[in-house]
């Protein structure tokens, strides 16, 4: 009889952790946090040595911006269960919320020292080595992260900026030119984009399409032809599927070689052609072309950079 | 005021740009090496044309342009009426029509953060509002009620309004449909975080178009400690705040939107990816239909859900 207690009270635990671990992880990705610090909460009374009802207590906190409460739960769960990494990380993640940055790096060290693995560990490790301006410690944790999850975005990004911060110009243009390739839309592409161009290359740029500034990979062609490499294909994609979008869009194709107008001329024409042939709906009166014999002048920041051979995509103001 | 002169000020900007640019169209073309007479030339190191990169296949990634320019040759023969005559006399014109450009959408960009700022106020309404009609509730007062919900309904009417007004401000500027900005509602994403990964937003209109002592301003800021640390963090294309709601990399540009490739060449490109491991873009959970939908490999460590890198003071909503 006194087994069968027993064993019906293990069950009952048992079954009580597990329900943490399914419960838990459901209020964050619903992001019903204050429901769950209700439950969970309330689970963490019944059961105060319940590691995973104060982690994900501290996990709602957290998420509310109520990083000192969040702490304090996060803290009971690493407490609770020290060999648990993410209970460590995470109190790393609340001391930077309440800019307790010494406190942050303990925690993320800990974590990496029990899970050498930690991904997020490492890679908000080099966020604070970035903040701090100590670049190189930066580099060595975004290494780390990119032989983990190789196309970490925030991992690609800072380790450009980083390699800029250590004069390392060509791997900072090679890292930036990673981070457009897997990255190219939105505020941090078009940031890196703009650094990539103060660096003199212009693989990609930063163009106003409509009234919008995006970011389009620089077209390239067979050397000698009109004959635009498959690289950037890609923009014309995006520029046909804007004009579409919206019918009032039209945009100038202006090519630039130097010392060659015919061959600039016939770069605007296959490019508009291109455009046409798969977007049959726009009328080529959105896509004027020009073409000069001439380097084009970019200027960028203090500098200007003469482009023998270039395309440039400028909107038409009606 | 300051707001109306600004805006007038662009205006004339505007005005004075396009003569510039119209005025011009009637002057043969010639190659006007004169006209950049003024500026450095500082290297050509961005010329990125005839690298010599012959090794590609064929592009695999438009699904929606069909188009294959293979067979179009060099031999410029457009075969149109504007076969003699380019659209810009020369480079000159050609740069000014792009600042023109450039300012028009300047003007826009403070039109959709007017636009983003009407759903702020409209919302706050809302929340005011709704406390007044549960502070009637509680004080059991039926008429104090009934004319409270009255109040809500109007600032919910308001609300959608300008949440109407804001959807088509964003995708009249980005060229993107209302179904795409909707779509990216959907997942939760804000009004400001849309206008800004879509480059409609003033704080990244500029980037790529911005001068040199801003960039510099913007560096020393960067090198500043203690508190600063975590506000820089928030800003746009810094990339140092910790995701306090996932812990894991946020994904770049924005979510939603799928099957638009007018959304950017992240959902044109075979070789876009889709985020860092046990991000929600990587475990196909934002409905963008990025490129490459393929890095995930398990494991990591963040367990929640969340798109917010904004951080700032650990005090600041996410989105």
């Known amino acids: 009889m006194k087994k069968f207690i027993a064993m019906l009270l293990v069950a009952s635990v048992l079954a009580a952790a597990g329900c943490a671990k399914v419960v838990g992880p459901y209020y964050l990705q619903q992001e019903e946090y204050k429901e769950g610090i209700r439950v969970m909460g309330e689970r963490f009374k019944e059961n105060p040595d319940d590691a995973d009802s104060a982690y994900y207590t501290g996990r709602y906190y957290l998420a509310l911006n109520e990083p000192e409460k969040g702490l304090s739960y996060l803290e009971k769960a690493a407490e609770l269960a020290p060999g648990n990494a993410d209970y460590v990380f995470w109190t790393g993640v609340a001391y930077w919320a309440l800019m307790d940055f010494d406190r942050e790096r303990a925690a993320y060290e800990k974590a990496v020292s029990l899970d050498p693995n930690h991904i997020s560990a490492h890679l908000y490790l080099g966020h604070g080595f970035v903040d701090r301006g ?36 060509s791997g900072e243009i090679a890292a930036w030119k990673q981070f457009l390739e897997y990255y190219p839309d939105g505020s941090m592409a078009m940031t890196a984009t703009e650094q990539l161009n103060l660096q003199g290359d212009f693989s990609y740029r930063n163009h106003i399409i409509g009234q919008r500034n995006v970011t389009l990979k620089s077209m390239t062609f067979k050397p000698g032809t009109s004959v635009p490499d498959a690289d950037g294909r890609a923009s014309l994609t995006v520029l046909g599927a804007m004009m579409k979008a919206n019918r009032d869009l039209a945009v100038h ?18 490019l508009r052609d291109y455009m046409l042939n798969g977007n049959p709906n726009i009328d080529r009166a959105r896509l004027p072309l020009s073409w000069f014999g001439t380097a084009e002048k970019v200027e960028v920041g203090d500098s200007v950079f003469a482009l023998d051979q270039a395309v440039n995509f400028i909107t038409e103001v009606r | ?101 450039a ?60 949440q109407e007004n804001a959807e088509q401000a964003i995708s009249e500027a980005a060229s993107v449909s209302v179904e795409s900005i909707a779509s990216m509602r959907a997942q939760d994403m804000g009004w400001g975080v849309i206008a800004q990964e879509l480059g409609v937003h003033p704080s990244t209109l500029g980037l790529g178009h911005m001068k040199q002592q801003n960039k510099t301003q913007a560096r020393a ?88 890198n904004a951080g700032g003071n650990g005090k600041g909503k996410g989105h």
């Not at chain 2, 300051?2 to 505007?14: D, P, T, V």
């Not at chain 2, 004075?16 to 043969?28: S, Y």
């Not at chain 2, 983003?116 to 706050?124: I, K, M, N, R, S």
Request: charged share 25%; aromatic share 2%; no cysteine.
């Open chain 2, 1 to 101: 005021m300051s707001m109306i002169k600004n805006k007038f000020g662009l205006l004339l900007l505007i005005l004075v740009l396009a003569l510039a640019v119209g005025a011009p169209r009637a002057m043969a073309q010639t190659d006007d090496s004169a006209s950049d007479a003024g500026s450095q030339v500082t290297g050509d190191t961005g010329d990125t044309a005839d690298t010599g990169d012959t090794g590609d296949t064929g592009d695999t990634t438009d699904t929606g342009d069909t188009g294959d320019t293979d067979d179009t040759g060099d031999t410029g023969d457009t075969g149109d009426d504007e076969a003699e005559a380019p659209s810009f006399a020369n480079p000159a014109q050609a740069a000014k029509a792009e600042a023109l450009a």
């Open chain 2, 221 to 308: 800021n960067n090198r500043e400690h203690g508190r600063s640390m975590v506000a820089k963090a928030a800003q746009p294309g810094n990339a140092t705040g910790r995701n306090i709601k996932s812990g894991v990399s946020r994904t770049p540009g924005v979510s939603g939107g799928k099957g638009s490739k007018a959304v950017g060449l992240s959902r044109a490109s075979d070789k876009a990816k889709s985020g860092a491991v046990n991000s929600n873009s990587s475990k196909g959970k934002d409905s963008s239909g990025r490129g490459n939908s393929g890095n995930s490999n398990a494991g990591g460590n963040g367990k929640g859900k969340g798109n917010s």
């Open chain 1, 134 to 169: 100590q670049w190189a410690q930066a580099l060595k944790e975004y290494d780390v992260v990119l032989g983990l999850d190789p196309y970490n975005p925030e991992a690609l990004y800072n380790r450009a900026r980083v390699l800029g911060e250590l004069d390392r110009k």
């Open chain 2, 103 to 162: 300012a028009v959408a300047e003007v826009s960009a403070r039109n959709v953060a007017e636009a983003e700022q009407g759903v702020t106020e409209a919302q706050t309404a809302v929340d005011t509002a709704a406390a007044a009609v549960e502070a009637a509730r509680q004080a059991e007062d039926a008429e104090a009620e009934a004319q409270a919900q009255a109040a809500l309904d109007a600032a919910m009417a308001d609300l959608q309004k300008a």
């Open chain 1, 253 to 270: 194709i202006v090519a630039y070689v130097k010392g060659n107008a015919p061959l600039a001329k016939a770069r605007a024409a296959a």
